[in-house]
């Protein structure tokens, strides 16, 4: 039998194409540096064509959380749409790879295996161009309600909200987990995603239980320019709230109190891709084990260390051995 | 107009899928460590099941020289065989973003583009599976003959010998050299392949201006166990060899002259996929530059260092200002 889930993320399947990038190469797209957009398949091609010689890995944002919080030893499934393609065939062994239930099998038809072109500069930041495919493809048949009820906590990529193929699924899942007391965790995503999609993202806060966001994200889905309003503003409304600074640390807000933690220090910052959803993974395992949020924090700020110290969004070192070695699973 | 051409490679195009593996996985699979073996598509399948999360980038022996030759700042055209699908259009996209030139269109029909899966073992070596696919289909009709007389060199991998869908391929593009007065350059590949198809690398030797193999590969085909004599024996068909000792460096014997290069010290030794074929790189660039045996080696050294210092067979750095800075060019 298998154990019972600690986490079900819900997000969309992508494969990441990642090149090494000058900034003006970025530039001459008109992308803004440090932000996701979506383009479609044409666009794809005309970006593909001028970057430089690239690696694939599998991604996507809530996939790369589900990957880290087996790499932590939890039990996680994560749900997302791929097609019988080679990409999907990738993005499939990966994840399972990394100890992830994956249970969905890949559609027959449709739209091919969503990919995401990572352009990284070299100060380590990525711009992202997402032509999600049928990744974007999540309806309400696709959530399995019994198995969202059974976990302990949901994770929900932002960039799942304000799409009108997956309101369905989130709809689905978020009603699921409020009725069977499955907590619901929510990442904000991405600074540009908010502008675009923040009615979205804040019709779904009074539902959230654990929100995760950076800071351009928290002060601009409030409307403000200083963080610690935008963490309060944003406390009001879900009983935990965390906001990333990047070299700052960050602001956890929950239970009343408010908890400063500082970044660990990284040898070599090499690619932030997969920063955020490395540090939300950390956190919530935290959250699984029953640590204060403070300690929450602290696991999340040293996932994220790993993740940042190479190319890649996923850990290649044992996040769990790494909690270990740093007393945070004491 | 376009340069004229310094070196046209043949080969496998390849798209490599690199896993980090322990050793207990790849003796489970009854491999030998360091070696390459072709495998059909249903053996692929079981392998790649087992093996961790994973990392596609574009590969092939001759092209990983490619795209050397072009960090290096040589003009270089690659010659291979390519599908129509996903793994084709990022070999296409790969070799070309390197600076290579390749200008044969992808298959419509036939197996899938090849694909070679990788395992890394913590000693930094690498064991290879591969599945060629429709790049075993090389004749003779893929030969521009034009363009191999035009170029100074031409490189094959080994790998191509012994399989009747490249025998055609490499006969064309031998040919076409030899009447040009085209340098023909081989490299042994793997001492596995010399055991399997010595004859076939054995009957080319005799056309060949310049030999590429390692210690294994070099005393594989003449049959001995001591490096040296079969450095003297392969210098009594091939006016230029030149065999690589990994961290004992190398030893080159053209002109009558027999040189011994040591190796250079590499930093962190992550993964030797593509040592071999970036050392032919920086010895080929020498040649086309009129460096001396001894200088050749140097370069082929250098190359080697950067390329077995991260994961993966194509430089990162630029090679051609890695030599200006170690005072290889002046």
């Avoid at 304000?162 to 965790?185: F, I, N, Q, W």
Wanted: hydrophobic residues 40%; glycine residues 12%.
């Amino acid at each position: 039998m298998q154990r019972p889930l600690d986490v079900v993320t819900l997000g969309h399947a992508i494969v990441d194409v990642l090149s090494p990038s000058e900034d003006a190469l970025v530039e001459s797209f008109g992308l803004a540096k440090g932000t996701m957009t979506l383009i479609d398949h044409e666009d794809a091609e005309k970006i593909y064509s001028r970057l430089g010689p690239s690696t694939e890995m599998s991604g996507g944002s809530a996939a790369n959380t589900a990957a880290c919080l087996a790499s932590l030893g939890a039990s996680v499934e994560f749900v997302g749409t791929v097609r019988d393609d080679t990409l999907g065939t990738v993005f499939c062994h990966d994840i399972r790879a990394a100890g992830v239930r994956f249970s969905r099998p890949p559609r027959r038809d449709g739209p091919g295996t969503g990919r995401c072109l990572i352009m990284v500069t070299p100060d380590a930041e990525k711009t992202m161009c997402t032509s999600l495919g049928i990744g974007a493809h999540l309806g309400s048949a696709d959530i399995d309600t019994g198995v969202v009820a059974g976990a302990r906590v949901l994770y929900l990529e932002g960039y799942l909200c304000g799409l009108p193929e997956s309101d369905g699924g989130v709809e689905a899942a978020v009603t699921a987990a409020r009725e069977a007391g499955t907590l619901v965790s929510l990442s904000l995503s991405d600074p540009l995603w908010v502008e675009l999609h923040g009615d979205a993202l804040d019709s779904l806060l009074d539902r959230v239980d654990i929100l995760f966001a950076n800071e351009q994200e928290a002060c601009g889905i409030t409307g403000t320019t200083d963080v610690h309003a935008a963490v309060a503003a944003l406390g009001r409304r879900c009983p935990t709230v965390t906001v990333t600074r990047g070299p700052l640390g960050s602001i956890t807000a929950a239970e009343g109190e408010v908890a400063e933690v500082p970044a660990v220090a990284v040898e070599s910052l090499r690619d932030t891709t997969g920063a955020g959803d490395s540090y939300a993974a950390g956190f919530l395992d935290g959250v699984v084990r029953g640590a204060d949020p403070e300690r929450c924090a602290r696991m999340g700020t040293l996932a994220a260390a790993e993740v940042v110290s190479h190319f890649g969004a996923r850990p290649l070192a044992s996040l769990s051995a790494l909690m270990e070695k740093a007393g945070l699973l004491s």
